[in-house]
């Protein structure tokens, strides 16, 4: 039997979750924990009966961590990452993989001359629907596609941007923005990964119903390369949060989402294919609550799913399925918005 690939997880907010998952993945051994909060700390240690460490030199030293799973703020990301591969370690970043452009293509280059791998927690990519979608784009099902719009009208309360792990929340430096870097990304990178790159943007955001530095509503026309038009709205203030929406449309049909649940798969000549698509992942009652409206109702598949992908990157010597090349676009577009928002120009990418 092949020996276990020891896993570390640095930030046990998010990083809880990640212990979760890493628990649960095959072929994958939760080793230590890492976070300079002591309560956060020795809750996950004991639950995982794991080795805890308060500073991260300690995690980055322990030679059983093979692979960090980064899961601090967001704008620590690309300087935690850089000292994780500079000490041999794989790594599995959180999203976004930080929040300037420059900061990820550091981070790209520090793994490319440390010649680990290095994985990214898009974990929308891994979701069954989401890859049919991105499936029959391809394939050309849609015809030319034409317009690509995307809301996410989630909310969260005040509290959450709130006290020591909320602070950070909303700002440029650590959150790189506010709904779209934080909650918004995810879309972001959805769209860019089933449709292509992004030409150019134009935006508006602000700050309506949250006492934050960035924004809590954000508002943007995309031009995407393959001659699609797009429209994208994030926003944290609509109570009591609703279903992340997607829809596309092309020459030859229409296909509609909330969340992971399908509601529209029109494709010309496609009647028997429509059935299976809404019996497979068509509307069914559903229990509890969704991220639409509490950070923490984040499932943890996706983040097994990634945490496996991991564990046979590194046994097979191949790129993870989400490589940080893959996952710039998105912060590329999203610092893009925010660019042209202040500028009132459109800005090519
Ligand atoms: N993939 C997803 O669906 C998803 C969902 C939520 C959050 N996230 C991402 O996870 C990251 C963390 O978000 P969160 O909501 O868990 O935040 P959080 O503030 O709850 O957790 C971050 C943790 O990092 C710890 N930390 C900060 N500096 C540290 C340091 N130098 N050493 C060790 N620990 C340190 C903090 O004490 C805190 O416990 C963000 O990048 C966020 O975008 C991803």
Not at 96 to 111: C, G, M, Q
Not at 305 to 320: G, K, Q, S
Request: include cysteine; glycine fraction near 12%.
């Amino acid at each position: 039997m092949e020996s276990e690939i020891g896993f570390g997880v640095v930030g046990l907010g998010m990083g809880a979750h990640h212990a979760k998952a890493v628990s649960y993945a095959e072929g994958a051994r939760l080793v230590a924990v890492c976070d300079v909060d002591e309560g956060r700390l020795r809750k996950v240690a004991s639950e995982y009966g794991v080795k805890a460490y308060r500073n991260y030199e300690d995690l980055l030293a322990d030679p059983e961590v093979q692979v960090v799973n980064i899961c601090t703020p967001s704008g620590m990301h690309a300087d935690m990452g850089i000292k994780a591969v500079r000490a041999g370690k794989h790594i599995l970043v959180e999203k976004p993989p930080d929040v300037t452009v420059e900061k990820v293509d550091k981070l790209i280059d520090a793994v490319r001359r440390a010649g680990v791998k290095a994985g990214v927690t898009f974990q929308s990519r891994t979701f069954p629907l989401n890859r049919r979608i991105k499936a029959a784009v391809e394939e050309g099902r849609l015809g030319r596609l034409i317009g690509v719009n995307a809301w996410l009208p989630w909310w969260r309360a005040r509290s959450y941007y709130e006290g020591p792990h909320g602070s950070w929340k909303g700002t440029w430096t650590l959150d790189g923005g506010g709904s779209l870097m934080n909650q918004g990304v995810h879309t972001v990178d959805l769209l860019q990964w089933i449709v292509g790159p992004v030409r150019s943007v134009m935006g508006r955001y602000g700050a309506f119903a949250h006492d934050i530095e960035a924004e809590d509503t954000t508002v943007a026309i995309l031009s995407f390369s393959c001659g699609a038009v797009g429209t994208l709205m994030t926003t944290t203030c609509a109570y009591p949060g609703l279903p992340q929406m997607v829809l596309l449309y092309g020459e030859n049909g229409t296909i509609m989402k909330e969340e992971d649940t399908l509601k529209v798969w029109r494709i010309r000549g496609g009647r028997e294919e429509e059935g299976e698509m809404l019996r497979l992942y068509g509307p069914r009652r559903k229990e509890g609550a969704t991220t639409a409206s509490d950070p923490m109702a984040v499932g943890s598949a996706g983040h097994r799913w990634l945490v496996e992908d991991m564990v046979r990157a590194v046994r097979e010597d191949r790129e993870p399925y989400i490589t940080l090349e893959s996952a710039r676009h998105a912060v590329e577009i999203v610092t893009a918005i925010y660019q042209s928002s202040r500028t009132g120009r459109e800005v090519f990418l």
